[in-house]
Every structure is written in structure tokens, then in C-alpha cells.
Antibody
Framework: QVQLVESGGGLVKPGGSLRLSCAAS????????MSWIRQAPGKGLEWVSY????????NYADSVKGRFTISRDNAKNSLYLQMNSLRAEDTAVYYC??????????WGQGTLVTVSS | IQLTQSPSSLSASVGDRVTITCRAS??????LAWYQQKPGKAPKLLIY???TLQSGVPSRFSGSGSGTDFTLTISSLQPEDFATYYC?????????FGQGTKVEIK
């Protein structure tokens, strides 16, 4: 079955950096667009970024553009999110999901990122 | 594109028919999905293309609409359906979500 396992979350100071990873299994990773979505504590869902199957296309929410970079390694069945210049408002659970052009078919369990001094 | 869900929350009893509305700020054809999220869990895809039921989702869930107005209907609410529901537009980027509708037990 499809499994998406995020890692790399934690506590970071404002202005700091963090790299999230998502390990995928149970499907042909290189066939699918992949996305990151976040959810601030007690709030709704916010789409963050997507990347095409071959990494040719990426797109970002305005709130993270220029600070976050999405990437993938199809040989390792892995998705990444490099987060720089982190702000308090980036505090959230970050989910990776299978899909991007398509609906978000499957989601990981999420990893919590807390930005605080 | 902004998505506005109504109501933001509702209280209902087991067996009730429940309808949630999602309105888009501009036309999105049928490029709309619905997700269910239970506390502490990841969201789960229920419906895509406005009215297509995702595999494995109970038939009491249905979706309708096109253009700017969409609805999610639960024909007979079950105990496991108490959750928060989100719509998402798939017409353009950024892929925005509605603010969510929390379905609570009356």
C-alpha cells in the first residue's frame, strides 16, 4: 500500500533553516507529481508547493516563494522541502502528498515544524 | 482563487442528511476535490472532479456542482463522519483550500 513518511521537523529559531524529507513507497514514485501542504496549529490546510514527476516544473505559494525549495530524488523515492529564512508563521505540521496536477491522493502523517526563539 | 465554505461548523445527529457548500471566487469548471480530516490525522481524499467518489469511500458521500458553486452531501451521517471537511480547487495555482467545515455531534 502507499506509504508516505515525513521527517526532519523540529524546533528552529527565526531566520533558521530546516530540510524536510518524505520517503515514499507502495507506488511508482517517478510517475507522480508530489506536493507539500501545511497546517498551522488549530488552523486549516495551506498548499505550499508542488513538483512535477521529472522535476521540470515547480510552483510555490506566495507565502513561501523565494524561501522554500522543493526537490525530489526519484532514485531514492524521496521528496524534499528546503526551508530557509523561517518565520514564526511557518510553524505548522507539514504533510507530503501524492499528487499535484491531480487531487492529493495520499498523505503522510505529517512532521511538526516549530519556529520560535 | 478563493474558496469559501459554509457553514464553518455544524451540529448534526447520526442519520441526518448534511450538506456543505464551497463557493469559488471565479469559475473552476469541475476542478474541485473534497477531503475529510479527523483530529490528529492527515486529510483523506473523498471526492474529486467535483462528483467522482474516490475508491473505497462510502456511497453516502456525494458531490455536485460546477463553475463556482459546489456541494458535499452526506446522505445519512454516521459516527465515523464527525470530522472537518475541506474543499480544494485544482483549476489553477496556488491550489487553494477552503477554510474547512467542522461537523460535530449534536
Amino acid at each position: 500500500q502507499v506509504q508516505l513518511v515525513e521527517s526532519g521537523g523540529g524546533l528552529v529559531k527565526p531566520g533558521g533553516s530546516l530540510r524536510l524529507s518524505c520517503a515514499a513507497s507502495g507506488f511508482t514514485f517517478s510517475d507522480y507529481y508530489m506536493s507539500w501542504i501545511r497546517q498551522a496549529p488549530g488552523k486549516g490546510l495551506e498548499w505550499v508547493s508542488y513538483i512535477s514527476s521529472s522535476s521540470s516544473y515547480t510552483n510555490y505559494a506566495d507565502s513561501v516563494k523565494g524561501r522554500f525549495t522543493i526537490s525530489r530524488d526519484n532514485a531514492k523515492n524521496s521528496l524534499y522541502l528546503q526551508m530557509n529564512s523561517l518565520r514564526a508563521e511557518d510553524t505548522a505540521v507539514y504533510y507530503c502528498a501524492r499528487g499535484g496536477e491531480l487531487p492529493l491522493l495520499d498523505w503522510g502523517q505529517g512532521t511538526l515544524v516549530t519556529v520560535s526563539s | 482563487i478563493q474558496l469559501t465554505q459554509s457553514p464553518s461548523s455544524l451540529s448534526a445527529s447520526v442519520g441526518d442528511r448534511v450538506t456543505i457548500t464551497c463557493r469559488a471566487s471565479q469559475g473552476i469548471s469541475s476542478y474541485l476535490a473534497w477531503y475529510q480530516q479527523k483530529p490528529g490525522k492527515a486529510p483523506k481524499l473523498l471526492i474529486y472532479a467535483a462528483s467522482t467518489l474516490q475508491s473505497g469511500v462510502p456511497s453516502r458521500f456525494s458531490g455536485s456542482g460546477s463553475g463556482t458553486d459546489f456541494t458535499l452531501t452526506i446522505s445519512s451521517l454516521q459516527p465515523e463522519d464527525f470530522a472537518t471537511y475541506y474543499c480544494q480547487q485544482l483549476n489553477s495555482y496556488p491550489r487553494t483550500f477552503g477554510q474547512g467545515t467542522k461537523v460535530e455531534i449534536k
